[in-house]
């Protein structure tokens, strides 16, 4: 703190001329992202289904950040996220829901009794059920972590994807815990768009903070080189451990705000092809770079509705297609195959978003451009 | 007793065929170090090839099988030029990122070509009938299946031991710029791998699809899932591991649910448990080699 | 290459822009413009339509995903109907299908983007009741009513009065089953259950409840997309149970009697209405002509004009026979939508919401009025078997 205060004070004065610029369109930036929220929230900019679609990109947003932090910045392969959401989203739910909409969804076998009078209710209900969904998760990871993080690549992928559906089946079987395949409906609608995007902002500022930081440092190292990094004294298990258990809470409550903001889960929705799809987000956006999965999940959840077009039939100029359910899923997967063989590093790299590097993106643009339509160099091949 | 040999009889049948597929899955990590998730989706995509050729344009079955094979195998081809080879220099994820949206791809295409709607796996032969042997009833096709799994292994096992191409496949799986510079075609050998391994994917669908005769665009995922952790459990990149790892995984299934019923409902799980705790205890498999990492 | 290929890749997304007139909005810009919900396929219609010329039926189906089938099925009955009544209160009907991809997240989005952004008038589906339940606030909220077509879970019409339903309910046909298979004189039942589907534990429930627990010899369960299930089948047929009840998918069924039948083993299987698919003889072969299951429609025993009109409808469009029961469903379901409107005289929610409560119908699956939960009552139900390769008519069972 005594720290922060000092720098902030330094604000005024030590600036640069670019820095001051810089500060001034952050400040504008949150400014316009909160009246937009704002007004979001009144349902004055866009309708619901738009809140929706915004809503659900925030939450996988969050679940991209979680992945990133494993599999992008530690650089262990891990699949496991679909069965920590499991975990944060059952814990939510049974924490935030009203002992009479329990007693009716319970209607196959009634709901063990350590569960059945428990209703945290409204925003600090949604809270500490969130904080709880992300320890237990958090443990949960821990206790996985122990035997899967001596595991390497491949393996260690399908160690956690088997973990994964480990805890789907179990969730589909505990009956009086989990309602079973029934799932659980009437789950309180707590998060509005201030808590997920909120939540977003919170660990997007968390990940950058804990990437300054020595552990931060220490994530990079063991994904560049394992042994290199356990040369220089870095404890890997100690570290792979903690960005797994990290990512694990960050998963635990992605799973939570995504049960508010669905209002319904059951098991199948935990599939494993639920990590596929959060993969996807991070390798679109790019491994290890926390701009990229925020944009990664936007463009991702947008593109997947603005596809919807696709469904309906549409004409090509003079050329008629018909309605071919479906297309939009073949087109969305197509995309990313172009995607993952030609932006290998997806939109970012390991690289982050700052105001500096857009001004040069902008000034460098023209160039950019004109380098396209020049001649290509013969002789190139180089990758 | 003839109850306990009845679910051995089980175990063995669902053996078989988790080793006939897992051989293909094997056969690609030993020699290209990928593992090809899009594998279970090639099966159905093999499958549906069947379907079209025995059912829709009545071909002769033994005539049938043929093109299925070369088909998937083209299949296969086509898939590791377009979605394999640009990026082959890749790090490892990239590849494996890249079969997850092959997989994606195919699931999708195949729901939009041939729609969801279930179809029947066209029956050959009299593979259907079955036996009685002391009280235990077997298919006629739970014996065919283990010999064409021996043959096909055989067959392999040569391919890859005494021939030249076979040789390739080995130098390209211990080091690719080596293998180059010694004058191995990669990209051939790396496309006919991929051609053995749909293949196989392709013997193996028409073996499954006479014991579990339903098709639809998803159907390869379990098959999929499952054959891919009997490789794991035998020791991935060996084909020999892949037999024994599909038998007892077949046998650990069947024998959990006759040990004790109530437990069904976990069956699955049983099998990422056994996955878990052989990877855990021998992380390379059953008959795995050792791999140390370079620096 | 790489570069040519981008620039192509930009090009067509530009060019995907331009035709669908700019879309994506959800970055922030506030351009609340939706996409059309083009009937282009069919017609050159207006493309912004107002409430006042045409009604807008939204489909809420699952048309890719793990239950594509089931959605497609219940889409040919939805497109057969609208071929039969394409009109209500003198406006033209357009259909909106919307797929939610059998996954829950998307079935949200979907019915958002059907009441918010296509501003349907109504909603019919969906196969499957998890998408069902996940969706219902979003169609309650916006006052939409809904027509579930195969949706059993008791949890989708729960405390959502706008969710409706035009088919059996789990209670219904587990009941109705445990009493038919004790007035066939069977004693002692097996169940091998899919554990992962909720319409699976339902039926089982209530079977067990009506045959009496203690008659049931044995248990097994399975999970979906499981193919083999002989160490099910030969575990309860240790048990020496007369009759196996196996709720579960077409697909499952048919492979399950297939083994049961390899296996050596002659039982009659009992089963409920998602066995009527021909998907189910067609895997299971000549041993699915040992079960009887519970159906509501019976294409040739007693034909009435509801499904003489839907077989020749379906026939002209399609050709052939519907595959799946469910079908059947679509139709009903779309024609309660209409016949929904057509009392309520308008299309406003609250409105129809109230036409439907007192509507009474007959449709292809028989007499359709729904209780205060928005169930259809149901009174009578068909079973029927599998004879050369075709379904047969047992006998009508009504229950009081």
């Known amino acids: 703190m005594e720290k922060?205060?000092?720098?902030?004070?330094?604000?005024?004065?030590?600036?640069?001329?670019?820095?001051?610029?810089?500060?001034?369109?952050?400040?504008?930036?949150?400014?316009?992202?909160?009246?937009?929220?704002?007004?979001?929230?009144?349902?004055?900019?866009?309708?619901?289904?738009?809140?929706?679609?915004?809503?659900?990109?925030?939450?996988?947003?969050?679940?991209?950040?979680?992945?990133?932090?494993?599999?992008?910045?530690?650089?262990?392969?891990?699949?496991?996220?679909?069965?920590?959401?499991?975990?944060?989203?059952?814990?939510?739910?049974?924490?935030?829901m009203p002992v009479s909409v329990k007693a009716k969804?319970?209607?196959?076998?009634?709901?063990?009794?350590?569960?059945?009078?428990?209703?945290?209710?409204?925003?600090?209900?949604?809270?500490?059920?969130?904080?709880?969904?992300?320890?237990?998760?958090?443990?949960?990871?821990?206790?996985?972590?122990?035997?899967?993080?001596?595991?390497?690549?491949?393996?260690?992928?399908?160690?956690?994807?088997?973990?994964?559906?480990?805890?789907?089946?179990?969730?589909?079987?505990t009956q009086s815990v989990t309602n079973g395949s029934t799932g659980i409906k009437s789950i309180p609608n707590t998060a509005n768009i201030w808590w997920t995007f909120g939540v977003m902002a919170f660990f997007v500022v968390f990940m950058l903070r804990l990437m300054k930081t020595s552990y931060g440092r220490a994530f990079k190292c063991i994904r560049d080189d394992e042994v290199a990094a356990e040369s220089m004294g870095i404890s890997l298990f100690k570290h792979k451990m903690l960005s797994f258990v990290i990512s694990g809470f960050m998963a635990g409550v992605g799973g939570g705000l995504m049960a508010s903001v669905l209002g319904a889960i059951t098991p199948l929705l935990f599939r494993f092809i639920l990590a596929y799809d959060i993969l996807l987000i991070v390798v679109l956006g790019g491994m290890g770079s926390i701009t990229g999965s925020i944009v990664g999940a936007f463009l991702i959840t947008t593109a997947k509705e603005w596809l919807r077009w696709l469904d309906a039939g549409f004409n090509i100029g003079p050329i008629k297609v018909p309605q071919i359910a479906g297309l939009r899923m073949v087109v969305f997967s197509a995309l990313l195959m172009l995607v993952i063989l030609f932006y290998r590093r997806g939109l970012f790299g390991n690289k982050e978003f700052s105001w500096d590097g857009m001004f040069r993106l902008i000034k460098n643009a023209p160039k950019r451009v004109a380098a396209w339509f020049k001649p290509k160099p013969k002789g190139g091949g180089a990758k | 007793m003839a109850l306990f040999w009845q679910n051995v009889a089980n175990g063995l049948t669902v053996g078989s065929l988790y080793a006939l597929v897992a051989i293909g899955y094997t056969m690609v990590y030993g020699i290209l170090r990928l593992i090809n998730f899009a594998h279970g989706d090639i099966f159905m995509m093999a499958m549906y090839f069947a379907f079209f050729a025995i059912s829709i344009f009545y071909i002769p079955w033994y005539i049938a099988i043929i093109l299925v094979l070369v088909a998937t195998m083209l299949l296969g081809m086509l898939i590791e030029k377009t979605a394999y080879a640009p990026i082959r220099n890749a790090p490892r994820i990239s590849l494996l990122i890249s079969s997850i949206g092959v997989s994606y791809l195919l699931e999708n295409l195949a729901t939009v070509l041939f729609t969801g709607v279930p179809r029947q796996f066209p029956s050959i032969g009299s593979l259907q009938n079955s036996l009685v042997i002391g009280g235990v009833t077997i298919q006629q096709l739970a014996i065919y299946t283990p010999v064409v799994m021996l043959i096909l292994v055989a067959l392999l096992l040569t391919l890859i031991n005494k021939t030249k191409t076979g040789m390739a496949m080995r130098a390209v799986s211990k080091d690719f710029e080596t293998a180059k510079l010694m004058g191995v075609n990669i990209n051939r050998t790396i496309s006919s791998t991929f051609a053995i391994?749909?293949?196989?994917?392709?013997?193996?669908?028409?073996?499954?699809?006479?014991?579990?005769?339903?098709?639809?665009?998803?159907?390869?995922?379990?098959?999929?899932?499952?054959?891919?952790?009997?490789?794991?459990?035998?020791?991935?990149?060996?084909?020999?591991?892949?037999?024994?790892?599909?038998?007892?995984?077949?046998?650990?299934?069947?024998?959990?649910?006759?040990?004790?019923?109530?437990?069904?409902?976990?069956?699955?799980?049983?099998?990422?448990?056994?996955?878990?705790?052989?990877?855990?205890?021998?992380?390379?498999?059953?008959?795995?080699?050792?791999?140390?990492?370079?620096? | 290459m790489k570069k040519t290929l981008t620039l192509v890749m930009a090009l067509l997304l530009t060019l995907a822009l331009v035709l669908t007139g700019c879309g994506g909005n959800a970055n922030g810009g506030a351009t609340p413009e939706p996409v059309t919900p083009t009937d282009s396929g069919t017609d050159p219609a207006p493309v912004e339509t107002g409430d006042d010329d045409v009604i807008k039926v939204g489909i809420f189906e699952p048309l890719t995903g793990a239950n594509a089938a089931g959605g497609q099925m219940e889409l040919e009955g939805i497109k057969v109907a609208h071929s039969l009544v394409g009109e209500v209160l003198g406006k033209k009907i357009v259909l909106v299908e919307m797929d939610n991809k059998s996954d829950d997240v998307e079935a949200v989005t979907a019915a958002e983007r059907l009441v918010n952004s296509e501003k349907v008038d109504i909603v019919v589906g969906s196969w499957g009741s998890s998408v069902c339940i996940a969706a219902g606030d979003t169609f309650m909220n916006a006052k939409?009513?809904?027509?579930?077509?195969?949706?059993?879970?008791?949890?989708?019409?729960?405390?959502?009065?706008?969710?409706?339903?035009?088919?059996?309910?789990?209670?219904?046909?587990?009941?109705?089953?445990?009493?038919?298979?004790?007035?066939?004189?069977?004693?002692?039942?097996?169940?091998?259950?899919?554990?992962?589907?909720?319409?699976?534990?339902?039926?089982?429930?209530?079977?067990?409840?009506?045959?009496?627990?203690?008659?049931?010899?044995?248990?097994?369960?399975?999970?979906?997309?499981?193919?083999?299930?002989?160490?099910?089948?030969?575990?309860?047929?240790?048990?020496?149970?007369?009759?196996?009840?196996?709720?579960?998918?077409?697909?499952?069924?048919?492979?399950?009697?297939?083994?049961?039948?390899?296996?050596?083993?002659?039982?009659?299987?009992?089963g409920a209405d998602t066995w009527e698919t021909e998907v189910m003889f067609e895997v299971g072969g000549v041993a699915t002509e040992n079960c009887r299951f519970t159906t509501f429609f019976d294409a040739d025993a007693a034909p009435t004009p509801e499904s003489t009109q839907f077989l020749t409808a379906y026939e002209a469009m399609f050709g052939g026979k519907p595959k799946g029961a469910v079908t059947a469903l679509g139709y009903d379901a779309y024609m309660v939508a209409i016949a929904a409107i057509e009392k309520a005289g308008t299309t406003d929610g609250e409105a129809l919401q109230k036409a439907l409560t007192e509507l009474d119908v007959t449709g292809v699956t028989g007499r359709c009025v729904f209780d205060e939960n928005g169930d259809a009552v149901k009174n009578q139900a068909i079973i029927k078997t599998v004879q050369d390769g075709g379904f047969k008519y047992i006998s009508t069972v009504v229950v009081d």
């Not at chain 3, 048919?254 to 039982?267: H, P, R, S, V």
Request: charged share 15%; glycine share 10%; net charge neutral.
């Open chain 1, 4 to 96: 922060n205060k000092t720098r902030f004070r330094g604000i005024a004065s030590g600036l640069t001329k670019n820095k001051r610029r810089n500060l001034l369109l952050s400040m504008i930036a949150i400014i316009a992202l909160t009246v937009f929220l704002h007004f979001t929230e009144q349902g004055a900019t866009v309708g619901s289904y738009e809140v929706r679609v915004l809503n659900l990109c925030a939450v996988y947003a969050v679940l991209a950040l979680s992945m990133n932090l494993i599999n992008g910045f530690t650089g262990q392969f891990s699949l496991g996220t679909a069965g920590f959401m499991a975990i944060g989203a059952y814990t939510t739910s049974l924490l935030i």
């Open chain 1, 105 to 173: 969804v319970f209607y196959l076998e009634p709901i063990v009794p350590w569960l059945e009078n428990v209703h945290w209710e409204g925003n600090f209900g949604l809270f500490g059920a969130l904080l709880v969904a992300g320890l237990i998760t958090a443990v949960a990871a821990f206790i996985i972590g122990f035997p899967v993080l001596r595991l390497k690549g491949d393996y260690l992928a399908i160690a956690t994807l088997g973990f994964s559906e480990i805890i789907r089946i179990v969730f589909t079987n």
């Open chain 2, 197 to 295: 391994g749909s293949m196989l994917a392709a013997v193996g669908a028409i073996m499954w699809g006479q014991k579990y005769p339903q098709i639809q665009p998803y159907i390869g995922v379990m098959p999929g899932l499952k054959c891919f952790i009997a490789a794991v459990i035998g020791g991935i990149g060996n084909i020999k591991g892949a037999v024994v790892g599909g038998l007892l995984l077949g046998m650990l299934e069947i024998m959990i649910v006759y040990a004790q019923p109530g437990l069904s409902g976990y069956k699955d799980a049983f099998a990422f448990v056994a996955l878990i705790l052989v990877l855990l205890i021998r992380p390379t498999g059953l008959f795995g080699e050792k791999v140390t990492d370079k620096v």
């Open chain 3, 144 to 270: 939409v009513p809904a027509i579930g077509t195969s949706c059993t879970n008791p949890l989708v019409t729960l405390d959502n009065p706008y969710y409706f339903r035009v088919c059996y309910l789990d209670d219904f046909q587990g009941t109705l089953l445990a009493n038919f298979a004790k007035q066939e004189g069977y004693k002692t039942a097996a169940v091998i259950t899919d554990v992962s589907d909720t319409y699976a534990i339902g039926l089982k429930k209530y079977f067990v409840d009506a045959f009496g627990a203690e008659n049931i010899v044995a248990e097994a369960q399975f999970n979906k997309g499981d193919q083999d299930f002989t160490a099910q089948i030969t575990s309860v047929m240790a048990a020496n149970p007369e009759v196996i009840f196996a709720p579960s998918g077409y697909a499952e069924a048919g492979l399950m009697m297939k083994q049961a039948a390899d296996l050596g083993y002659n039982i009659l299987f009992l």
